[in-house]
């Protein structure tokens, strides 16, 4: 385990409901990302909360809403997706003061497929 | 913009060979460069990451990197491949840019170890 804990596992929606994704770290970390990773692509990275700020959004469509109500929390909420989302989606965290070489610790994403 | 390449989207080994997964960088300043693992239906684990000055890097199941500066390279190796090292790898680089750090994935390369 590396203390990066996602919610559900798997997830199965259609294009009309609303659903959200859990991330939780224990590692006391700061900021916390969530990527997308879909079948031959490279990892997209979404979101980036920063000191529970929000300092990325790489132009993720509206339908995808995150939220971080504190350090340790991270939801991806859901709504009116597409096919083309199903995808893995990764939670990530880390510890950030200043240019430092810190690793980030990933969840074990989840499998999302909309139907 | 800072980013990583992987050229080879599969690497085939046999058992007790030693293997190569290839990783080239472009970066603006010093380069902070890493080695991500993922195995099926799993998140990204943490193997390696390059610090100043040490151009060898050992890291986690015997592998290690090589950070080369003038070849802007910074491949994966390890001496005797394991069949339980198949998975797919990824090397990554911190970009620092507006003001916060995240990771730049590349697109990964498959490792296959046969016996």
């Known amino acids: 385990e590396t203390g990066v804990t996602q919610t559900p596992r798997h997830l199965v929606m259609g294009m009309t409901n609303k659903k959200s994704l859990k991330c939780e770290q224990h590692l006391g970390h700061n900021a916390m990302y969530w990527y997308k990773q879909s079948a031959k692509k490279p990892l997209e990275l979404m979101f980036v909360y920063n000191f529970k700020e929000q300092t990325e959004n790489n132009s993720v469509p509206s339908r995808f809403s995150p939220e971080c109500p504190n350090s340790s929390h991270l939801f991806l909420h859901l709504h009116t997706l597409q096919p083309e989302d199903s995808a893995l989606y990764l939670c990530a965290s880390s510890q950030e003061t200043g240019r430092t070489n810190t690793e980030a610790f990933f969840g074990q994403g989840t499998r999302l497929t909309v139907v | 913009a800072q980013s990583v390449a992987q050229p080879e989207d599969q690497v085939n080994v046999a058992e007790g060979n030693p293997l190569t997964v290839k990783c080239t960088y472009s970066v603006s300043g010093n380069p902070y460069l890493f080695w991500y693992v993922q195995y099926p239906n799993r998140g990204l684990q943490f193997l390696l990451k390059y610090i100043t000055g040490d151009n060898l890097v050992k890291g986690s199941y015997g592998f290690e990197a090589e950070f080369n500066k003038s070849q802007t390279s910074f491949h994966l190796k390890k001496p005797s491949a394991l069949v339980s090292d198949s998975a797919l790898y990824f090397c990554?680089?911190?970009?620092?840019?507006?003001?916060?750090?995240?990771?730049?994935f590349g697109a990964g390369t498959r490792l296959a170890v046969h016996p």
């Open positions: 990554a680089v911190r970009d620092f840019s507006g003001g916060y750090n995240k990771l730049i």
